[in-house]
């Protein structure tokens, strides 16, 4: 059984930062790449980031390219994502994906786990 907790959303400022964690409790966790993604109202889930389970390889969408980072400790099976210069178009709510595997995967649909969501909200 995996299950993925996030953490870490809330109420900024444009220009501001926040770190996302999510927890995965299930066995082998660090075997599992893991990928967020975001969904605004009326959109579709939009991939922001993903790390393989080594931690060695990631992989951003231009539109956050600069300003977000991936990381995981595996010790922890923990990964976080450290949101920094946020705009108000980043308002969603984020979703920790995981999938099993190495490939970094954009698209929502080739995740096979996913969390409740957290929102972030980022006010002009």
């Known amino acids: 059984q995996v299950q993925l907790v996030e953490s870490g959303g809330g109420l900024v400022q444009a220009g501001g930062s926040l770190r996302l964690s999510c927890v995965d409790s299930?066995?082998?966790?660090?075997?599992?790449?893991i990928g967020w993604f975001r969904q605004a109202p009326g959109k579709e889930h939009e991939f922001v980031a993903a790390?393989?389970?080594?931690?060695?390889?990631?992989s951003y969408a231009d539109s956050v390219k600069g300003r977000f980072t991936i990381s995981r400790d595996n010790a922890k099976n923990t990964v976080y994502l450290q949101m920094n210069s946020l705009k108000p178009e980043d308002t969603a709510v984020y979703y920790c994906?995981?999938?099993?595997?190495?490939?970094?995967?954009?698209?929502?649909?080739?995740?096979?786990?996913w969390g409740q969501g957290t929102q972030v909200t980022v006010s002009s």
């Open positions: 994906t995981a999938r099993k595997g190495s490939l970094l995967k954009t698209t929502f649909s080739d995740y096979d786990y």
């Open positions: 299930g066995r082998t966790a660090s075997t599992r790449t």
């Open positions: 790390i393989r389970w080594t931690g060695e390889s990631t």
